[in-house]
């Protein structure tokens, strides 16, 4: 089934799988979600599957921190939320018999600290001189700034920007070309308005709104995962995002080999190899088909001179682009800030402060610094002794009492995680030139992932879910 698109693929898995009777063997690189579901629906079929993971767990960006809280606290270093529209996760979630329950992002007390003030997103007028805020913005509220230099201009976009299936117009690949300052700014919004509304733009917060295109960030502002219109219909897995993993995991636990790194990748007319580290030795498996779901960040420290790429997939591992985010957990032995669900965007380096644990019972919360972009990558190269002072001092004149009440971190820097290397996909100018090469296979090699998803951004389980559906479909064509 060549050309596959975004209609055919959630068709089909409605209606259900086709059978899979084409090839009797496949290697999947890497047990994040995409890995373990297409592993789990080939394995029903009766392909014998291998998975190959580097790391010592399943999950890979969905990852639910446990260790080393007390009290049973918990809090997500990678994958957060899913909606109703997550109709591939939504599916798992039931088939795994898992629940849901309200999302930690939306309901929140969210403000600003600026200049060592907190300020409520509807007060921006009582701080207008603070703020740096031009005459004609005074009087609005971040959610007036957010309607009139992104809702009100993307509803004139076109109706493609909001159909169910992601179809680039002419009009929609021409935003490809501009950045995302340059077209907030050709708006007519100021430097302090563009400033408060970054912050709603999730998936952009990992890199520059410079660099960032438009096309991709119209897309996500127009759907159902804009931050700036999340609700009630937001939600998180219950008990932890890693239980959708653990729970595909261990439908095929006998087929996926943890501590696993692939080193290399070939592949003849005939068949495909993947050669791996087994502790201290190199071992070499021999499989009709490989499916690599490790992300393209990844991918370039596996040799692949002998894989058969064509030039426009080699060109495109290299030059897809991973968000740099960095999270910082501080256990606290109780909530002493006045917000009951704190969210605060802040203009320091430590970027926004949550409360990672707002609905957990008990005393003692979880408090996070979620940084992005160039401040992720500075803190990266500190240890994690000094990611947690760092962290402290930082947060002390803004939280009066936080090095008094903490007793013990630990935190995340995606951009270091050696075989993830990097957060979520991070759509820059051009976007568009790599979508359709990130997906096509390549010979006997297919790839799947939040990277290779129809949509024009990454980030979501859904994406990675919906991905082995369409690597599913490509094997059943053959």
């Not at 996760?89 to 999302?103: A, D, G, V």
């Not at 219950?238 to 653990?246: C, I, P, T």
Request: proline share 5%; net charge negative; with cysteine.
């Amino acid at each position: 089934m060549q050309g596959l698109t975004q209609h055919d693929v959630r068709s089909t898995f409605d209606d259900g799988l086709p059978s899979q009777n084409t090839i009797d063997t496949a290697i999947i690189i890497g047990a994040g979600l995409a890995g373990l579901a297409a592993a789990y629906e080939l394995a029903k079929q009766g392909t014998r599957v291998t998975v190959l993971e580097a790391a010592d767990r399943p999950g890979g960006r969905t990852w639910t921190y446990r260790h080393p809280f007390a009290d049973g606290l918990r809090t997500e270093a990678g994958a957060m939320t899913v909606t109703a529209q997550c109709h591939y996760t939504m599916h798992y979630l039931r088939e795994m018999q898992l629940e849901t329950e309200p999302s930690d992002l939306v309901d929140t007390d969210f403000s600003y600290l600026r200049n060592g003030i907190r300020i409520r997103p509807d007060k921006l007028d009582e701080h207008a001189d603070n703020l740096g805020l031009p005459p004609h913005e005074r009087h609005l509220t971040v959610a007036d700034l957010n309607a009139q230099y992104v809702t009100k201009f993307n509803e004139n976009i076109g109706q493609e920007l909001t159909a169910p299936t992601w179809t680039p117009t002419p009009d929609l690949l021409a935003l490809d070309q501009i950045s995302v300052r340059r077209t907030l700014e050709d708006r007519g919004a100021s430097a302090a308005a563009i400033s408060l509304i970054e912050p709603l733009f999730l998936e952009m917060r990992g890199g520059e709104l410079e660099s960032a295109s438009t096309m991709a960030w119209a897309r996500y502002e127009s759907g159902h995962r804009a931050f700036s219109t999340a609700d009630a219909a937001w939600f998180k897995v219950k008990g932890g995002a890693d239980l959708l993993a653990r729970a595909l995991a261990d439908k095929v636990k006998d087929l996926v080999l943890y501590r696993k790194p692939v080193v290399r990748i070939t592949q003849t007319e005939q068949e495909a190899q993947v050669t791996f580290l087994d502790r201290d030795r190199l071992q070499t498996l021999t499989a009709d088909r490989v499916i690599v779901t490790a992300p393209f960040s990844s991918l370039r420290r596996i040799n692949l001179s002998m894989a058969g790429l064509s030039a426009a997939k080699h060109a495109t591992i290299r030059r897809l682009r991973y968000s740099s985010v960095l999270r910082i957990f501080l256990q606290m032995r109780k909530k002493f800030w006045p917000e009951e669900r704190l969210m605060l965007s802040t203009d320091t380096p430590i970027g926004t402060v949550r409360d990672g644990t707002p609905r957990l019972p008990g005393p003692r919360k979880i408090l996070e610094c979620w940084l992005t972009g160039w401040p992720a990558q500075a803190a990266a190269d500190m240890s994690e002794e000094e990611r947690i002072n760092f962290a402290l001092t930082e947060l002390e004149p803004i939280m009066p009492g936080a090095r008094e009440n903490f007793e013990l971190g630990t935190s995340i820097a995606w951009d270091n995680e050696p075989y993830i290397a990097g957060a979520y996909i991070l759509p820059e100018l051009g976007h568009h030139e790599l979508m359709a090469h990130t997906r096509t296979p390549e010979g006997r090699i297919h790839f799947a992932g939040e990277h290779t998803a129809f949509e024009p951004n990454g980030g979501s389980m859904n994406y990675a879910l919906e991905s082995s559906i369409r690597v599913l479909l490509e094997l059943s064509s053959l």
